[in-house]
């Protein structure tokens, strides 16, 4: 069993706006993949409703090797509510055994699928 994990962050939170179009969070590649490998995906998210941000749905996303619809193979949806649950950790799990095989890339995206929030 091998291992990946993306460096983290250590000094300080990053904020970025999270818009209508697909942001890419993370990407993870993998070299030799065969037919028996299982690809065990784990993230963990935070987001925050800056003042006045309204009640913001986010979408993540998991797709192997580019960003087309026909490539993704997992979405969760996160509900953000201004000054209520105004910050939310999102952690989830999945598990690709239909992988291609050779190098196979991982990217991790997320959308916002309310407008005007």
Same mark, same amino acid.
């Given at each position: &069993?091998?291992?990946? *994990?993306? =460096?983290? $962050?250590?000094?300080?939170?990053? &904020? &970025? @706006?999270?818009? &209508?179009? =697909?942001?890419?969070?993370?990407?993870?590649?993998?070299?030799? !993949?065969? =037919?028996?490998?299982?690809?065990?995906?784990? %993230?963990?998210?935070? %987001?925050?409703?800056? @003042?006045?941000?309204? $009640? =913001?749905?986010?979408?993540?996303? *998991?797709?192997?090797?580019? !960003?087309? %619809?026909?490539?993704?193979?997992?979405?969760?949806?996160?509900?953000? @509510?201004? /000054?209520?649950?105004?910050?939310?950790? @999102?952690?989830?799990?999945?598990?690709?055994?239909?992988?291609?095989? /050779?190098?196979?890339?991982?990217?991790?995206? *997320?959308?916002?699928?309310? %407008?005007?929030?």
């Amino acid at each position: &069993m091998n291992q990946f *994990v993306l =460096p983290t $962050n250590v000094s300080e939170s990053i &904020m &970025m @706006d999270i818009g &209508m179009d =697909p942001l890419e969070l993370a990407r993870s590649s993998f070299e030799k !993949i065969r =037919p028996s490998d299982m690809i065990v995906i784990n %993230a963990t998210v935070g %987001a925050k409703v800056s @003042d006045g941000g309204g $009640n =913001p749905d986010l979408l993540y996303k *998991v797709y192997r090797n580019s !960003i087309v %619809a026909s490539n993704l193979i997992f979405s969760a949806k996160s509900e953000l @509510d201004e /000054g209520g649950n105004d910050f939310a950790i @999102d952690s989830f799990t999945h598990v690709d055994t239909k992988h291609t095989l /050779g190098k196979v890339s991982y990217i991790l995206t *997320v959308e916002n699928i309310e %407008a005007n929030t």
